[in-house]
């Protein structure tokens, strides 16, 4: 399974930036979707989830109102809108795919993994 991630780039605070992630030629619908990310020397942490239809979402508390993940099943893309971005916000972003009915919360629930885009957020 490629998941295949796009979107990142330099950014100045307060900006926007949405990145997207493709999962072609699989049964996207079947995937619960999550992004991570990781900041230097730091673990990666979780940023948003979403359901296999797209009718839950779950969020971090840091990202709470500011970033939107969102899944389109028919083009197998998952994106994740980030507005209002912050200095803070800096670091690889990783979308992630499970099978799992429970857990989109840790990373360890997830069973494909994309390569990782670098979103940096200059003050």
């Known amino acids: 399974v490629q998941l295949q991630a796009s979107g990142g780039g330099l950014v100045q605070a307060w900006w926007s930036l949405t990145l997207s992630c493709a999962l072609p030629?699989?049964?996207?619908?079947?995937?619960?979707m999550g992004w991570f990310r990781q900041a230097p020397e730091k673990e990666r942490e979780f940023v948003a989830a979403?359901?296999?239809?797209?009718?839950?979402?779950y969020y971090a508390d840091s990202v709470k109102g500011r970033f939107t993940i969102s899944r389109d099943n028919d083009r197998k893309t998952v994106y994740l809108q980030m507005n209002s971005l912050k200095p803070e916000d800096t670091a690889v972003y990783y979308c992630a795919a499970t099978g799992g009915g429970s857990g989109w919360l840790r990373p360890e629930t997830y069973d494909y993994w994309g390569q990782g885009t670098q979103v940096t957020v200059s003050s």
């Open positions: 979403i359901s296999w239809s797209g009718d839950r979402a």
């Open positions: 030629g699989h049964t996207f619908s079947s995937y619960a």
